[in-house]
């Protein structure tokens, strides 16, 4: 028994003092591993009588017990002064500059709609989308443009192969303006919302590439008329452009969905081999530049929506973004927008921050 205790606290007096965690396991190894003499010491118990046993079994158990404690608490004890050791020599210098990780940009077609979107929420308009992939009652038949239309060819438009479920064929939008039909059949009316978005025309030069941006502008609602149209659009400009000298010019025009059907022209003058927008194109040095389509939505196209055209009126119009973009940051060849060359987007890129707020102005810094 005392032999036994002697033991037990020599071995608990050598695990208090191991001073590397190694050292610790050696020392569990020769007192609890396999070989170890409190394991020889258990395995003893089995060959006694039950008198016997009875007396032992406690005491080896007990220097079992001591000597795991005592393991388990040199342990923590160990593990604790490394992490104080860690603390004190591992220090971050917050000081250093941050690692120059490669950078992405926002797109300038994507910030011109957050700029836009931006505009027209403070004008009470809500944003909507629509598909890329139409079917032509959407993009042609319910805007006033039936099967024979002469319009339709005007519209270089890449068919699919298929129809839908009810027969219609699908094609690539030609335009944003389907997105006035699945509004005004989808929320009724009144409506003001503006729909930008990607569209598509079979066509390719420097300022036509087959997949461009617009976005469309509707409102529907009682005794709405051009003047309406003409002083949105002069607001959403000036906002725009951060001018207030942008002079417009309503020329008649055709569309099958409007009528009246608007362009609308902008004054610009030559800077520096620039054209910057502001002033009247009859100004001297001053020319007009066609900017956009619009008009009072064609009553048909009220009808094919399902709203009776006697009760709802409107005005819609539908404009390149690519187009504001490119007047706005000064960009001149369209194609280079869809390269994804990292150095164009590096230099017409924006910064996430910059984000357009009505309140820090619209006109980030290109
Ligand atoms: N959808 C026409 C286009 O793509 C633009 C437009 C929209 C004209 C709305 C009038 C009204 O050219």
Redesign the pocket.
Known sequence: MDELNNRTQTAVAAIEAAATHDALDTLRVEALGKQGWVSQLMKTLGKMTPEERQEKAPQIQGARTAIADAIDARKAALDAAELERKLATETIDLTLPAPQLPKGSVHPVSQVMDELAEIFADLGFAVNTGPEIEDDWHNFTALNMPESHPARAMHDTFYFPDHDADGRRMLLRT?T?PVQIRTMVAEGAPVRIIAPGRVYRSDSDATHTPMFH?V?GLVIDKGIHLGHLKWTLETFLKAFFEREDIVLRLRPSY?P??EP?VEVDVGFEVVDGRRVLGGSGDAPGHAWMELL???VVNRRVIEFAGLDPDEWQGF???VGVDRLAMLKYGMDDLRAFFDGDRRWLDHYGFSPFDQPTLSAGVGAKA
């Open positions: 335009h303006s617009q469309e569309f969905f409007t059907s389509g619009s008009g819609a119009f539908g």
